[in-house]
């Protein structure tokens, strides 16, 4: 990223307190990074997908700018808004998508990161949402940890730092949330 991480701490301190110019001047300094994490979320997409990285990048800005009085409290925060943000898109773009097909289900994602098991295996993004939904209801760290690691594409060290927990906690979470979204996603499959 081009900005320093101290840089884009204080524009997003400054927006928060509501000076707009801050939220200009943010914006070219983030927006690659945001396109990273776009392009990381598309290449897991089915083929022929129609959303592009830049319309992504785009309408989760759109989000973002949206949000009335953000809490910012870190770029490492501000990324994981981000990417929480772009799930919600891709979800929303799924259920269009097999809304439209009624019932086609063919959005896929590739979740090779979030398996226990060396072969890469495709998975619903809808049936991937739902599993993560209901591994917030029991662990919502858990939950927290897949959706930075795998949808905002942050270490294990930046995740500890975000969610203020040790490297250790978040490799132990990481590990048991991909086992858990593992059989859940895999049990789910199997019942469609």
Known sequence: MKGEPSEVSLLLREWRHGDSKALDA????????LRRLAHFQLQKERIGHTLESA???N?????LTGLHAPQWESRTHFFAIAA???????????????????????????????????????????????????????DPRQSKVVELRFFAGLTLE???????????TAQRDWTAARAWLHREVSRKSADE
């Open 59 to 63: 309408e989760a800005y759109l989000r």
């Open 84 to 138: 929480q943000l772009m799930r919600q898109i891709l979800v929303d773009h799924a259920r269009r998508h097999v809304a439209a097909k009624r019932g086609g289900g063919d959005f896929k994602l590739s979740l090779e990161e979030a398996t226990m098991q060396s072969k890469q295996k495709d998975v619903d993004v809808l049936l991937l949402d739902d599993a993560l939904k209901a591994l917030a209801k029991i």
């Open 26 to 33: 943010l914006l070219p300094i983030v927006y690659e990074e």
């Open 158 to 168: 930046e995740i500890s730092e975000a969610l203020e927990i040790a490297p250790a």
């Open 55 to 57: 319309a992504l990048v």
